[in-house]
C-alpha cells in the first residue's frame, strides 16, 4: 500500500472528519494529516505544503461557494490531486466535479474499504468515481465560466470571495493589509476576466458554480 507523505482534509464537520481521519490513521501509518474547517485554512495549508500529496475536499465547506475552490485549487496547484469527499451524490455533482478536474469523486456514504480503495487509486494516478456513476454530456456554458474563474489571481480569487460575502471594499483592504485604490483595480481585473460590469454580476457568474441545496428530508 502507498503511504504518502501528507493529506490534507478539508471538511467543517468534525464528527465526520474525525470518523475519517480514524480510519484512514491506521491504514496510512505513516502520512500526516492536515485538517482545514473553512476555505482561509485551507489556503493558509496549500501555501505552507504545497507539496502535499492528496486534498480531500468537502465542497460545502463554509466559504467554498460550490465548484469554485475546486477549480481554484486545481489551477494553482496542479501537483495536487483533490478527491471530492461530499454527500452529494447525484450524477450531475459527481461529472461536474470530474469536469472541473478532481481525480476522484467519494460520496460520504461510501464504504470504509472502499474510501481507502479510492485514494490509492489517486495516489496511483488513476481516477475514482462510484461504480454508478454515468459521464453527461459537457456543459459549454459551466465550462466556459469555470475557464474564467481559474484565470484569476489567488489574490483576486480570495478578493471575490469576499464580494460574495458582501464586503465593502474598504473592509476587504483592511483585512488583506492593502490600500482601497489596490482593492479597485483588483476588481477592475476580475471584473475584465469574468467578462461582467460589476460586483453583482460577478457573484452571480460564480453563482453558475454552485452547487444544489442538499435535501436531508
Known sequence: MIQPEKIIIADDHPLFRQALLGTLKSKFITTGWLE????????????????????????????????????????????????IVSAHEDQDTISKSMEYGAAGFIPKSTPVDLIV??????????????????????????????????????????????????MLNKQIAYDLHVSEATIKAHATAIFRKLNVRNRTQAVIAIGQLDIPELNLD
Not at 475536499?57 to 475552490?69: E, K, Q, R, S
Open 117 to 166: 480503495t479510492a485514494i490509492q487509486q489517486v495516489l496511483l494516478g488513476n481516477v475514482w468515481v462510484p461504480e454508478a456513476f454515468e459521464a453527461s454530456e459537457n456543459n459549454n456554458e459551466s465550462t466556459d465560466i469555470s475557464e474564467r474563474v481559474a484565470s484569476l489571481t489567488q489574490q483576486q480569487y480570495k478578493i471575490l470571495l469576499m464580494f460574495a460575502q458582501g
Open 36 to 83: 482545514a474547517q473553512t476555505i482561509p485554512e485551507l489556503e493558509q495549508l496549500l501555501t505552507n505544503h504545497s507539496e502535499c500529496d492528496l486534498l480531500l475536499l468537502d465542497l460545502n465547506i463554509p466559504g467554498a461557494h460550490g465548484f469554485n475552490t475546486l477549480i481554484h485549487v486545481r489551477n494553482h496547484y496542479p501537483q495536487i490531486p483533490v478527491v
